[in-house]
């Protein structure tokens, strides 16, 4: 482990259009002792991954690490493969079409090393489409950040977040079985064992305009149910009422998810779990506002 060095690991599947710029925003950095490893998990030799080849040629760094899977898996496995490989004292993610703003890291790194309990630090985004911001997520703080990300009342996504690599390490690290949501596991994993402090800056720009895979609704239940079934020790913690709250906060997920498909039907059986609890309905409010 290289002391100082922040390994910072981009997971990359049929997006090699937005990688470039993803990867530059890394070179960009104030804080410039760092790696990148870009991990391929594409299939081998296919139209894609040969794509992403292609284009890593047009960056000469040695800073640039690449990393083919030997198949097709999913972003949690491509990012364990990526935390296995890095030789930083910190671990950082970042979406293949996301970017970071230039002094993220060393906004970062210096909470981190003012505060050797902390185990890792996150950050701001923005909400950015044709190139323009939209939205920016309002301030929080640490303080309670484990229910907050379970209720998802604060968004906290892997391309926030700086970790120190040995406390990521004894926190574990992406379940691969999970199709969506590894993030929030990775997290509540984390949250579990070690603090996590916010620098209160938008330091990370979320592309909207960019497509991806999107579930259907149905497909979205079987992510929630997996998911739920996957954090029971994690919903445990809380009372009986509390966890009715996190589990309403997932539901409206899903209801929004049906209407935006027509599935009335859908909508109305979701709706029928969160039922009339006032406060189910301030906290969609208050997250709203603060996404």
């Known amino acids: 482990m290289e002391i100082g060095k922040v390994s910072c690991i981009i997971p990359t599947y049929k997006r090699s259009d937005s990688l470039i710029r993803a990867i530059n925003s890394v070179l960009s950095q104030s804080y410039d002792n760092l790696e990148i490893i870009v991990v391929d998990d594409n299939n081998p030799n296919d139209e894609y991954s040969l794509k992403v080849q292609e284009r890593l040629l047009t960056i000469q760094d040695e800073r640039l690490k690449y990393i083919q899977q030997t198949k097709h898996i999913n972003g949690a496995a491509a990012r364990n493969e990526g935390i296995l490989a890095a030789r930083g004292e910190y671990i950082a993610f970042l979406d293949d079409d996301d970017e970071w703003g230039s002094k993220k890291l060393e906004d970062q790194i210096s909470k981190l090393k003012s505060d050797p309990l902390v185990g890792g630090v996150s950050t701001l985004y923005s909400l950015c489409a044709d190139g323009k911001v939209f939205r920016v ?56 064992k070690y603090k996590l ?7 990370v720009m979320i592309h909207t305009d960019i497509g991806g895979n999107r579930p259907t609704a149905k497909e979205f239940i079987q992510i929630k149910e997996l998911f739920f079934e996957k954090m029971k020790s994690h919903f445990e913690k809380y009372d009986l009422k509390t966890r009715k709250r996190i589990y309403s906060a997932h539901y409206f997920e899903i209801i929004l998810l049906a209407l935006r498909e027509k599935k009335v039907n859908l909508a109305i059986l979701y709706w029928l779990k969160i039922g009339l609890r006032p406060s189910a309905y301030i906290d969609l409010f208050i997250r709203f506002r603060n996404r």
Not at 149 to 154: A, K, N
Not at 184 to 190: A, K, M, V, Y
Request: aromatic content about 10%; overall charge positive; glycine content about 4%.
């Open 137 to 192: 997520c309002k301030p929080y703080t640490g303080e309670g950040l484990h229910r907050k990300i379970l209720q998802r009342s604060v968004s906290v996504f892997t391309s926030t977040v700086v970790f120190r690599k040995e406390a990521l390490s004894r926190s574990g690290y992406f379940d691969t079985s999970m199709v969506r949501h590894q993030d929030l596991q990775l997290l509540l994993d984390f949250l579990s």
């Open 197 to 203: 402090t916010v620098v209160n800056k938008p330091h």
